[in-house]
């Protein structure tokens, strides 16, 4: 199981020195990658009335592509979204996006994507949130394409495009998609289209219910469910050996990959997550195995 940690970026600011310090930092410690979220504008709760989202106008976020070209020249970690919300982007333009973080980071990329939840970021991208779920589906199977194909003609329910291609072409042909959601129409997606998957429960009744979703469309797809990766995640809550614990819970269950999150913990500067993540590191043995 490849250990890596979720960026805290909500936490961090924008300070790109913290960026800089937690990345090279968390190589040292032995983590193997390094997820970043996505949200491109947050909703102001002063104009939104009863807004109750996780993140609003005063979180901060930074855009995934962007952030993954700086660290791909500071690390040799993996970089991975989770997720991008890839309906409310330009599906030829995200391609090139991507193509360009997996040249710059020699194919240690992992491009994950879901449908997202907030209809404030569809309205300001110009996108439809009604449709979100079959256009992603569309999305996956055009960027496949572009990565694989100097010149692609290309006809689906909303994109179209005639001879055209990405140059240069990154380094996997095609990067890996995993997808991320929480609903049986995410699960059987991703049995059915993703390379992997991002659960988001626990280890439990819940995660077996949603895997055998996961694995069940695989089936049906005519795919091999055993190809299929799977990240859990844990959550830094100071203690150490509960974190190591779950983490086992997550290899039992079959996690391919697990990230550990330091957000909303309680920890105020690039210092404190970075300690966390020593101290974690440590529990789970990543020092010694590198």
Do not use: C
Request: net charge negative; aromatic share 8%.
């Amino acid at each position: 199981m490849r250990i890596g940690v979720v960026l805290p970026q909500t936490e961090l600011g924008g300070d790109a020195g913290a960026v800089r310090a937690y990345g090279q930092r968390v190589q040292e410690l032995g983590y193997r990658h390094v997820m970043a979220f996505d949200h491109v504008v947050g909703a102001d709760p002063a104009v939104h009335e009863g807004w109750d989202g996780p993140y609003d106008v005063h979180t901060t976020f930074h855009e995934p592509m962007v952030l993954f070209g700086y660290l791909a020249a500071l690390t040799s970690l993996e970089l991975v979204t989770s997720i991008v919300i890839l309906p409310q982007r330009q599906t030829v333009l995200a391609a090139k996006q991507a193509a360009e973080v997996d040249l710059l980071t020699g194919g240690r990329f992992r491009l994950g994507v879901g449908i997202g939840w907030n209809p404030v970021e569809y309205e300001a991208l110009g996108e439809d949130f009604g449709n979100r779920g079959r256009r992603v589906e569309e999305q996956i199977e055009l960027m496949r394409r572009l990565w694989t194909e100097r010149s692609v003609t290309f006809e689906g329910e909303f994109h179209r495009v005639t001879g055209a291609g990405i140059a240069p072409l990154p380094v996997r042909r095609p990067i890996p998609v995993w997808i991320g959601g929480q609903s049986p129409a995410a699960y059987r997606r991703a049995g059915r289209l993703a390379d992997g998957w991002f659960p988001q429960m626990s280890p439990g009744q819940e995660l077996d219910e949603a895997k055998a979703m996961v694995e069940q469309a695989a089936a049906r797809a005519g795919r091999d469910p055993a190809t299929l990766g799977m990240e859990g995640r844990v959550s830094w809550r100071g203690d150490a050996d509960e974190l190591a614990g779950t983490a086992r819970r997550w290899e039992a269950s079959g996690a391919t990959h697990l990230a550990v999150n330091t957000m909303r913990a309680g920890l105020r500067s690039v210092d404190e997550h970075l300690a966390a993540l020593e101290t974690a590191a440590d529990a789970l043995g990543l020092r010694r195995q590198a």
